[in-house]
């Protein structure tokens, strides 16, 4: 209210923001065991994530009637789908890389042999679905009319023939995404009503779950007209940083001064220097590196792991062996003991 009158400016964080949705896929990024590139700068115990800080500035910008699906995509809460004779088919994985996108800007899905295989496994993908699924009815028929299972059975229907040729081309279209209901089906597959039925927790497919990228890794569409956007307590740094990306100019500080260094690193330089502060973090990281090896020579071996433990090391991770490097030789006794210092 505003003098006794209806206020017509309210904006999309006041009314009709998407809470849940955005609660949820905050969730999926605080769980991801790899955190945000500028997380990882420095240890900082207030650490916003950088969806929700990304949602509260466009929220606090767009008017209150924005279309929520598109705001959604603009978190980067987004599935790419094409029609396979009017029923969707989201693409994952190495078919992302097959898009193309014409002069008007559309994308499209170019159909050939792999495409076409990935349609034949797809088609499998979902008949194997309908298998669970009655399964599951047929166990306990109460869970005919459960959401999990009556939305899972929608988006398990067959691909309609006939499929596409080579040659042909498919229209993408991107859609938002739903994580609320992800984390639905994800405790249902916990939930010991479906555990005494199969016998463990039912694993979900890829396209079942997210079928999308986490939404932090994004990069969002510049506002048509910029802003600038204050941030006097900015702490790490996460609601300057999207505002950033999202072309606002920015004002950010904070009153303990590890903070504002952290602000200067992850926003300032990065911006004013470019990628040429690469090099220079490269020849100062190795510096540090050196030093650290230097001062500790008398009281630890930096050396790569003795050839008994190596093979052991070895024999252990089979299944992934391109991480032996990565905890294999000097840089890595180094580096965590700069980071126990850090911490």
Request: net charge negative.
């Amino acid at each position: 209210m505003k003098d006794g009158t209806d206020r017509a400016d309210m904006r999309l964080i006041e009314a009709g923001f998407p809470c849940h949705q955005v609660g949820a896929e905050t969730q999926r990024e605080r769980d991801t065991g790899k955190a945000p590139p500028t997380h990882r700068l420095h240890v900082w115990w207030a650490r916003r994530p950088l969806t929700p800080s990304r949602a509260a500035i466009l929220g606090s910008l767009l008017p209150a009637g924005t279309d929520p699906d598109w705001f959604l995509r603009q978190l980067g809460i987004e599935k790419v789908q094409v029609l396979v004779n009017g029923e969707p088919w989201t693409l994952t994985g190495k078919l992302l890389e097959r898009l193309i996108t014409d002069e008007s800007g559309t994308e499209w899905l170019p159909v050939d042999d792999k495409v076409l295989r990935a349609i034949g496994r797809e088609q499998e993908r979902r008949d194997k679905n309908r298998e669970i699924i009655q399964k599951l009815i047929d166990a306990d028929p109460g869970l005919a009319n459960h959401p999990v299972t009556t939305r899972w059975g929608q988006e398990s229907q067959p691909l309609p023939k006939p499929w596409p040729k080579e040659g042909d081309r498919i229209q993408v279209q991107r859609v938002a995404a739903d994580p609320a209901h992800v984390n639905e089906r994800i405790d249902f597959a916990k939930s010991e009503r479906i555990k005494n039925i199969l016998g463990s927790v039912f694993k979900w497919d890829a396209e079942d779950l997210y079928a999308y990228g986490r939404a932090y890794v994004h990069n969002p569409s510049p506002m048509g007209e910029p802003f600038t956007v204050l941030d006097p307590t900015a702490g790490g740094g996460s609601i300057p940083f999207e505002a950033l990306r999202q072309g606002h100019r920015v004002i950010a500080n904070d009153l303990n001064p590890v903070a504002a260094v952290i602000l200067h690193a992850a926003l300032d330089y990065p911006v004013r220097f470019g990628l040429n502060l690469l090099d220079d973090l490269n020849e100062w990281g190795n510096r540090l590196v050196s030093h650290v090896e230097q001062q500790m020579a008398d009281v630890t071996p930096f050396s790569p792991l003795p050839k008994e433990e190596l093979q052991q090391f070895r024999n252990y991770c089979t299944n992934c062996p391109e991480v032996i490097s990565d905890f294999n030789g000097p840089e890595y006794d180094q580096m965590g003991l700069i980071y126990c210092r850090q911490v």
